[in-house]
């Protein structure tokens, strides 16, 4: 920027800056109202919290088309309802279209909330509740800052898409992915929902399986009679467990991201304690860092399930387990592509303004919905309203959490940034 570019933004920020100032008390009770309308995925039943999130921001004066997804594809997914929402703000020809994305399904509560987990509470500072910080929080994040830009420093050219979908928890295939592929988002960059302390260009990959142990019941007094399913699925569980010691010495390139790592999330299995158990599934969640090809991780760890499904059989010298693996799925990791320059410059500059402090771009362990726009050839980031850390919200714990500060400067930051991009 020249010096008279940058002393006329600088009377923008102020502005918008103060704008959000004024705002900030609505900001907060629209955040509460989303928080409390529930959105636990699974089931999965968000179309109620969509109808609410575009009844709320049309009383703001923005028009929001709502598009339901048929429920044969959203059962298909694993959901039970999903309408996805975009707000349009077209400002004249030319210039660029920028969407920002945030994802309203959570994962349900669970138990040690201290709090109402659809209260909103606000206390010492910080609102309370599922969604706060992933990602209901952005809801609000993009949309005043937005209505910041339109008060104070409204474009002339180009526009911007405010994109609310719901399935993030279970690969964004109903969401980010379905508008895509109908045609009805085209955006030239993008940012997605985030945290406020960095600005992510890349993340890693995620792969979830799905593996049935076959096994045969049998009356717990004649063991022998039967083939334990429940030992067949431990022999696998120690293979696969196994691996994350040989994935400590595959590390990344990416700053913040470091190496693989496979979890189990889920075992079910048995039908009494009296039983040898005939059948045990196993949900397994392998992350990818971004120099990973997904086909070969894929493969290893089939091979992996395998051969220990072998080694089992053998041991036994009869009639063994029998597998089936089924692919939940399969998210690539984000890698930055070149047209996302523009838009990391801007954030890191007015991140590290507003915030007093160094914000650089870097990589997350987290997989996102960005790389569905990446995917698409759109430029991307993840920058949002939140902490420094997942772990400080309690995201997907009990008792999650957003400082509200977070929040005001989060959408100073953003409304900056459209700015920049869109004068």
């Excluded at 400002?91 to 920028?98: F, M, R």
């Excluded at 109903?174 to 592929?181: E, H, T």
Aim: proline content about 5%; aromatic content about 6%; hydrophobic content about 40%.
């Amino acid at each position: 920027m020249t010096t008279a570019t940058m002393t006329a933004a600088a009377t923008v920020y102020q502005q918008l800056d103060s704008w959000i100032d004024a705002h900030f008390d609505e900001q907060t009770r629209f955040l509460q109202a989303l928080i409390q309308v529930p959105t636990d995925t699974p089931p999965g039943n968000n179309t109620p919290h969509a109808l609410r999130a575009a009844e709320l921001i049309e009383a703001m004066g923005m028009a929001v088309e709502r598009y339901e997804v048929a429920q044969a594809e959203v059962h298909a997914a694993g959901l039970e309802s999903i309408t996805n929402l975009v707000a349009r703000r077209h400002y004249g020809a030319g210039g660029i279209t920028l969407a920002m994305n945030a994802h309203g399904d959570v994962v349900p509560p669970g138990e040690g909330w201290t709090k109402n987990p659809y209260g909103g509470e606000i206390e010492n500072g910080k609102i309370y509740g599922r969604a706060s910080a992933v990602s209901k929080c952005d809801f609000s994040t993009f949309t005043f800052a937005t209505r910041a830009l339109e008060a104070v420093a409204k474009p002339s050219k180009g526009g911007i898409e405010l994109v609310f979908t719901y399935d993030e928890e279970f690969g964004g295939e109903v969401g980010p992915a379905w508008l895509l592929q109908k045609g009805l988002l085209k955006p030239d960059l993008m940012i997605a929902a985030g945290f406020s302390y960095q600005v992510i260009t890349a993340h890693n990959g995620c792969l979830q399986l799905e593996v049935t142990v076959h096994g045969k019941m049998a009356h717990a007094a004649i063991p022998d009679s039967g083939i334990d399913a429940m030992q067949g699925a431990n022999a696998i569980l120690t293979a696969l467990y196994a691996q994350n010691a040989l994935y400590k010495h595959l590390t990344s390139q990416v700053e913040g991201i470091t190496h693989p790592y496979l979890n189990v999330g889920m075992v079910n299995g048995g039908t009494n304690t009296n039983v040898i158990p005939g059948k045990v599934v196993i949900k397994l969640d392998r992350r990818m860092i971004p120099e990973e090809d997904p086909t070969q991780v894929e493969a290893n760890i089939r091979q992996v399930i395998a051969d220990a499904a072998t080694a089992f059989n053998q041991a036994r010298h009869d009639a063994g387990i029998q597998i089936d693996i089924k692919r939940l799925l399969l998210a690539r990791a984000l890698t930055p592509l070149p047209g996302n320059l523009p838009l990391v410059e801007a954030l890191t500059r007015n991140a590290s303004a507003v915030f007093g402090e160094p914000i650089v771009a870097c990589g997350t362990p987290l997989y996102t919905d960005v790389r569905i726009f990446g995917e698409a050839g759109i430029p991307g980031v993840i920058y949002g309203a939140g902490p420094r850390t997942v772990l400080e919200s309690n995201a997907k714990r009990s008792d999650e959490q957003l400082d509200l500060e977070d929040l005001r400067r989060a959408t100073k930051v953003i409304a900056r940034t459209l700015h920049d991009l869109l004068a």
